[in-house]
């Protein structure tokens, strides 16, 4: 799943494809929220992105990957 985290102050959005559920990432956030600590997430290759919880301005899921299609299939 695309989950893209918009963050205050900064133009750029950080665009994450992670193998976690959207109610995983929706309870990573409010945990950190609840905690004032650090939002994190590991993307599908291993590598985390961290991001202070109180500068999350907007999380925006995108929907579950889909079995490709077409010649690009594996």
């Not at 609840?34 to 590598?47: C, I, Y």
Request: glycine share 10%; charged share 30%.
């Amino acid at each position: 799943m695309d989950v893209k985290i918009g963050i205050a102050d900064v133009a750029r959005e950080l665009t994450v494809k992670t193998e976690l559920a959207a109610d995983e990432v929706v309870t990573t956030l409010a945990s950190a929220l609840d905690k004032g600590g650090l939002f994190e997430l590991t993307d599908d290759k291993g590598r985390r992105v961290v991001v202070p919880a109180a500068k999350v301005a907007y999380v925006d899921l995108g929907a579950a990957d889909e079995r490709p299609v077409g010649f690009g299939a594996v």
